[in-house]
Nanobody, 125 residues
Framework: QVSLVESGGGSVQAGGSLRISCSIS????????LAWFRQKDGKEREVVGG???????LYSDSVKGHWTVSRDPEKNILYLQMSDLQPEDTAMYYC???????????????????WGQGTQVTVST
C-alpha cells in the first residue's frame, strides 16, 4: 500500500537551485525512514540523504551542509532542496522508504522496500 511518486525534476543551469518532491501514501503513523537516492548513467545507486519520520535527518558526505531533506507530514511530501547544482549532480533521483524492522544501514539502497519511479535532474554549463 506504500506509494511514492517523485516530481519536480528538470534541466537547470550550473549554480542554480531545484526542489524536487516525493508524494507519499500508505505509511500512516508508523516510523519510517525516507530517503533520496540518485543514479548516474552506468553507476550504482547512491544515497543523497534521508530522515526518520520520528527522528533525525542524515546526509551523505557529498552534500552535507549544502542540500536539505525535509518533510511536510500534513501533506505527506518529502522534499529535496538542491542548491549550487553542478554537472556532476546530473542523475535520476529516486525517493525510497523502508518501514520499521527493515534493518540495514540507512544508506544501503538494497534494504529499502519501496521506491518511486524517479525524476530526472540535468545540470548544464
Amino acid at each position: 500500500q506504500v506509494s511514492l511518486v517523485e516530481s519536480g525534476g528538470g534541466s537547470v543551469q550550473a549554480g542554480g537551485s531545484l526542489r524536487i518532491s516525493c508524494s507519499i501514501s500508505g505509511i500512516g503513523d508508523r516510523s519510517f525512514f525516507l530517503a533520496w537516492f540518485r543514479q548516474k548513467d552506468g553507476k550504482e545507486r547512491e544515497v543523497v540523504g534521508g530522515l526518520y519520520t520520528h527522528g533525525r535527518t542524515l546526509y551523505s558526505d557529498s552534500v552535507k551542509g549544502h542540500w536539505t531533506v525535509s518533510r511536510d507530514p500534513e501533506k505527506n511530501i518529502l522534499y529535496l532542496q538542491m542548491s549550487d547544482l553542478q554537472p556532476e549532480d546530473t542523475a535520476m533521483y529516486y525517493c525510497a522508504a523502508k518501514g520499521p524492522g527493515s534493518g540495514g544501514s540507512w544508506h544501503d539502497w538494497t534494504t529499502f522496500g519501496y521506491w518511486g519511479q524517479g525524476t530526472q535532474v540535468t545540470v548544464s554549463t
